[in-house]
T-cell receptor, first 113, second 113 residues
Framework: KQEVTQIPAALSVPEGENLVLNCSFT??????LQWFRQDPGKGLTSLLL?????REQTSGRLNASLDKSSGRSTLYIAASQPGDSATYLC????????????FGGGTRVLVKP | GAVVSQHPSRVICKSGTSVKIECRSL??????MFWYRQFPKQSLMLMAT?????????EQGVEKDKFLINHASLTLSTLTVTSAHPEDSSFYIC?????????FGQGTRLTVV
């Protein structure tokens, strides 16, 4: 059974600092891995999707890497801003399960002005 | 990106009543949709897989008679919480996949009083 873990559970940084969020998964046979942002009481906003054949994806200040062999993905957010404060979730798409996702516990990020 | 619409966003109901939540894929067809539940300060847990034209598949520990799922068309899945109790109060969110990416609805905050 796929298990996804995110460390740390919470992170507080001053504005401008780079953020590094970690995600690990137990079964390397994933179809893809997605990173999401969730604001309090809200739904999920998809940030980046990394296919199993890819090693990284970039969008603006966001960069996500994927290392299937070690079961890890890392989300980097450059030059953090207070608006980046949210919970970040990673989710592994189990192979051939049709977008059936297993979520990590999330990392709650606070960027202080 | 693709749009998944969920309604209502918030609902308060009395204990013992039933509540229906709708999940629609607005600009694509989805033969499979997924329903997740999120308790406060916890991550998303998959409840069931909704299959168009056939019975839903429930995850272990989820009562199929309590959480009725209907996927009558390629763009609509509904989740009905029957005989709701306060412990059913939670954030319910649906997703649908297009190509290799999962898209989420806005979520429904259910409060049972």
């Amino acid at each position: 059974k796929q298990e996804v873990t995110q460390i740390p559970a919470a992170l507080s940084v001053p504005e401008g600092e780079n953020l590094v969020l970690n995600c690990s998964f137990t079964d390397s046979a994933i179809y893809n891995l997605q990173w999401f942002r969730q604001d309090p009481g809200k739904g999920l906003t998809s940030l980046l999707l990394i296919q199993s054949s890819q090693r990284e994806q970039t969008s603006g200040r966001l960069n996500a890497s994927l290392d299937k062999s070690s079961g890890r993905s890392t989300l980097y957010i450059a030059a953090s801003q207070p608006g980046d404060s949210a919970t970040y979730l990673c989710a592994a798409d189990i192979k051939a399960a049709g977008n059936k996702l297993t979520f990590g516990g999330g990392t709650r990020v606070l960027v202080k002005p | 990106g693709a749009v998944v619409s969920q309604h209502p966003s918030r609902v308060i109901c009395k204990s013992g009543t039933s509540v229906k939540i709708e999940c629609r894929s607005l600009d694509f067809q989805a033969t499979t949709m997924f329903w997740y539940r999120q308790f406060p300060k916890q991550s998303l847990m998959l409840m069931a897989t909704s299959n168009e034209g056939s019975k839903a598949t429930y995850e272990q520990g989820v009562e199929k008679d309590k959480f009725l799922i209907n996927h009558a068309s390629l763009t609509l899945s509904t989740l009905t919480v029957t005989s709701a109790h306060p412990e059913d109060s939670s954030f319910y969110i649906c997703s649908a996949g297009r190509n290799t990416e999962a898209f989420f609805g806005q979520g429904t905050r259910l409060t049972v009083v």
